[in-house]
């Protein structure tokens, strides 16, 4: 099946810092990148829509500016979480599509675990 | 948009008994329906899917099935097993429709030996 990574798996970082986080799809061509955002004991909450070469679809009541997402190829996305704060601490997970506008299925990635002290 | 509901919250059955979970949906224009699983610490993975012009559909132990009519899917799992142990979410998506999955709030299941 088709996989995709993300790295890191974990990061800890200091109040008021950016963190990146990479998403990429191994084995195929990611039409679409999806990134959730997933607090414990909780479903996963969409937070965007990533289409390579174009601008981000945010969800609302995402901040844009806080969490910026580049689709820059066909096979890697990345977010950035800017001036970070203990409450963007939480589980990232990213997902990827390909192929045509009807193939629904969607291949998660890992998780990344952010800290933010 | 879409609102998912899933019951029940947890679940906890004998190894070798049946479970299952259960979604509704509220979007009557929503055409696809996985369930993923996902264990502690790591990202859901797929496990079956249905598409609306299909009631039912197996895999083994899993099947999944979908009343259009009445807005619900349900997974169930025979035979279960202490490695079924997990949490399960049901999602629902529109072809075409920016393939968005609106995710349930998901299942924790618990196989005791």
């Known amino acids: 099946g088709a996989v995709v990574s993300q790295h890191p798996s974990r990061v800890i970082c200091k109040s008021g810092t950016s963190v990146k986080i990479e998403c990429r799809s191994l084995d195929f061509q990611a039409t679409t990148m999806f990134w959730y955002r997933q607090f414990p004991k909780q479903s996963l909450m969409l937070m965007a829509t990533s289409n390579e070469g174009s601008k981000a679809t945010y969800e609302q009541g995402v901040e844009k500016d806080k969490f910026l997402i580049n689709h820059a190829s066909l096979t890697l996305s990345t977010l950035t979480v800017t001036s970070a704060h203990p409450e963007d601490s939480s589980f990232y997970i990213c997902?990827?599509?390909?192929?045509?506008?009807?193939?629904?299925?969607?291949?998660f990635g890992p998780g990344t675990r952010l800290t933010v002290l | 948009g879409e609102n998912v509901e899933q019951h029940p919250s947890t679940l906890s059955v004998q190894e070798g008994d049946s479970a299952v979970i259960k979604c509704t949906y509220s979007d009557s224009a929503s055409n696809y329906f996985p369930w993923y699983k996902q264990e502690l610490g790591k990202g859901p993975q797929l496990i079956i899917d249905i598409r609306s012009n299909v009631g039912e559909k197996k895999d083994q132990r899993i099947a999944v099935t979908l009343n259009k009519t009445a807005k619900h899917f349900s997974l169930h799992i025979t035979e279960t097993q202490p490695e079924d142990s997990a949490v399960y979410f049901c999602?629902?998506?529109?072809?075409?429709?920016?393939?968005?999955?609106?995710f349930g709030t998901g299942t924790q299941l618990k196989v005791e030996l």
């Open positions: 999602a629902a998506s529109i072809t075409g429709g920016g393939n968005k999955l609106t």
């Open positions: 997902s990827a599509r390909g192929g045509s506008w009807t193939d629904n299925e969607q291949f």
